[in-house]
């Protein structure tokens, strides 16, 4: 089997039903809340829109890893298609649903760690984050754990996730000021709302961590 052309970071695909013809929708609204264990059964199963879902939820981590280790664009673009092309393969063959994550965080990692060999040509100049075949395990959780973090807000959605996002994804935050010109509300609304929507929040990452 080739390589599977999947859109990226954000992808909206269908199982391809062979090698050359893969088929394209958007992830089905009746999976965004459903567990991972679900989801891949589903996807097992040929249920496009679980598929599309399985692709939504884990573009996202896969494409952060190498633009974190510093590999641009069209590298980022490579690993990732290369990650769901193993992932389509093995599919049939992953049965510990709970541990996906980890699976995608450490594929994604040996698929980086080749990419910078054959660039460099000498394992020597790899860079000390990818000597190892696996990442370290505190790496992993953290990763593991922003990705948790990541899907509970998706999960979140609507007026929440944005204002949540428009919050914490600054760097050194925003002021309420500044959040309520960007989402054209009233500033004194925003105190009471981030209470609430951290409420929600908090609800959907205990479900999750119970599903786990």
Not at 37 to 46: D, K, R
Request: positive net charge.
């Amino acid at each position: 089997m080739g390589r599977i052309q999947i859109p990226s970071p954000a992808p909206n695909t269908a199982p391809p039903t062979d090698a050359g013809s893969p088929a394209f929708s958007r992830p089905g609204a009746g999976w965004k809340e459903a567990d991972d264990a679900a989801v891949l059964t589903a996807s097992l199963a040929g249920d496009q829109g679980a598929w599309s879902e399985l692709i939504a939820r884990y573009s996202r981590l896969v494409y952060s890893i190498p633009h974190r280790y510093g590999l641009d664009r069209e590298a980022c673009d490579d690993v990732f298609q290369d990650v769901f092309t193993i992932f389509v393969r093995q599919l049939p063959r992953i049965r510990r649903q709970s541990g996906l994550p980890k699976w995608f965080i450490t594929t994604t990692h040996r698929v980086c760690r080749q990419s910078f060999k054959l660039a460099s040509r000498t394992a020597g100049e790899v860079p000390g984050t990818l000597a190892n075949r696996q990442p370290p395990p505190e790496v992993v959780v953290e990763w593991e754990r922003q990705h948790l973090l990541r899907q509970a807000l998706r999960r979140l959605g609507g007026p929440c996730e944005q204002l949540l996002v428009a919050l914490y994804t600054n760097q050194g935050g925003a002021s309420y000021a500044e959040v309520a010109e960007q989402l054209n509300r009233p500033e004194g609304s925003i105190g009471p709302a981030r209470g609430r929507c951290l409420r929600k929040l908090s609800e959907i990452l205990h479900m999750m961590e119970e599903d786990r």
